[in-house]
T-cell receptor, first 116, second 111 residues
């Protein structure tokens, strides 16, 4: 149980394009999902908290207009990197909690974004 | 963003040795999680701790929630080559669903 999937696993795009990443909880409902970014050899940095049916809560320094988050249902959250630039290249990982966002968090396999 | 201090940053050990790593903070946490991350993959949950002083095991792994609620440690006994990876602690503060991650401990096991 508590399986989280992400799609795509890898994406390469040209600078200026937008990229959408999907995060799904496969066997449980997730009222809250979290989006992280991880640069090489660094830890996970929380970008935003995605709430089903309401606006996402962004961490300080994260541009909400650049990283659009939509939590359309209890099993799906999407992160859209708009007008991507090379500095947006990173490993993006989502997680979901099994009880309203608290307690344990289970992570997806991550999405490697490379912007040329 | 805020991160938890994790040590050691990296370590090389011989197969069969025990490993210990810890995570410290100046803030109080009400939940501690320990994860292992392999290259190119998402973190996998190893152990969850919910009470100060709690000691929990998962196979060869043992983790404890510090009495002060500001630290936690993870022990791996009789390490094997597949223990190689990066280990992260994550703490959840009272009144928030968010987790703050440690800086990571990179473990390398020499056969």
């Amino acid at each position: 149980g508590a399986v989280v999937s992400q799609h795509p696993s890898r994406v390469i795009c040209k600078s200026g394009t937008s990229v959408k990443i999907e995060c799904r909880s496969l066997d449980f409902q997730a009222t809250t999902m979290f989006w992280y970014r991880q640069f090489p050899k660094q830890s996970l940095m929380l970008m935003a908290t995605s709430n089903e049916g309401s606006k996402a809560t962004y961490e300080q320094g994260v541009e909400k207009d650049k990283f659009l988050i939509n939590h359309a249902s209890l099993t799906l959250s999407t992160l859209t990197v708009t007008s991507a630039h090379p500095e947006d290249s990173s490993f993006y990982i989502c997680s979901a909690g099994t009880s309203g966002g608290g307690d344990e968090q289970f992570f997806g396999p991550g999405t490697r974004l490379t912007v040329l | 963003g805020q991160q938890l201090n994790q040590s050691p940053q990296s370590m090389f050990i011989q197969e069969g040795e025990d490993v210990s790593m810890n995570c410290t903070s100046s803030s109080i946490f009400n939940t501690w999680l320990w994860y292992k991350q392999d290259p190119g993959e998402g973190p996998v949950l190893l152990i969850a701790l919910y009470k100060a002083g709690e000691l929990t095991s998962n196979g060869r792994l043992t983790a404890q929630f510090g009495i002060t609620r500001k630290d936690s440690f993870l022990n791996i006994s009789a390490s094997i080559p597949s223990d190689v990876g990066i280990y992260f602690c994550a703490g959840q503060q009272t009144g928030t669903y968010k987790y703050i991650f440690g800086t990571g401990t990179r473990l390398k096991v020499l056969a």
